[in-house]
């Protein structure tokens, strides 16, 4: 079984150095690879393999976190400060968009 398919785990990091540094690789590739328009939804793409988000929309850039608040508010957070470094997000909710 592939764990991409699995809903019930997660990739999670116990190294803060190796998460920030896994995290910018995946920018450099996004960068690469996505045309402007879609660079955003590749990045919401990117935590929804490993389980940390649920999209809600495409078309919306529109999601959900999947993680704890209680267990996992450290990824949480961020995700939340990643992700503001590369867009404005806006939290309606429990339904985060970003533009």
Do not use: A, C, P
């Not at 590369?86 to 533009?99: G, L, P």
């Amino acid at each position: 079984m592939k764990m991409s398919k699995d809903k019930g785990v997660f990739i999670d990091f116990k190294d803060n150095k190796v998460k920030n540094k896994w995290f910018n690789l995946i920018i450099k590739e996004v960068e690469n690879h996505s045309k402007d328009s879609n660079f955003l939804l590749n990045i919401l793409k990117y935590f929804e393999r490993l389980h940390w988000i649920d999209i809600e929309s495409e078309e919306e850039l529109s999601f959900v976190i999947r993680l704890s608040k209680l267990k996992n508010n450290d990824d949480r957070e961020f995700l939340l400060n990643f992700l503001s470094q590369h867009s404005t997000i806006s939290n309606i909710d429990e339904k985060f968009y970003i533009e």
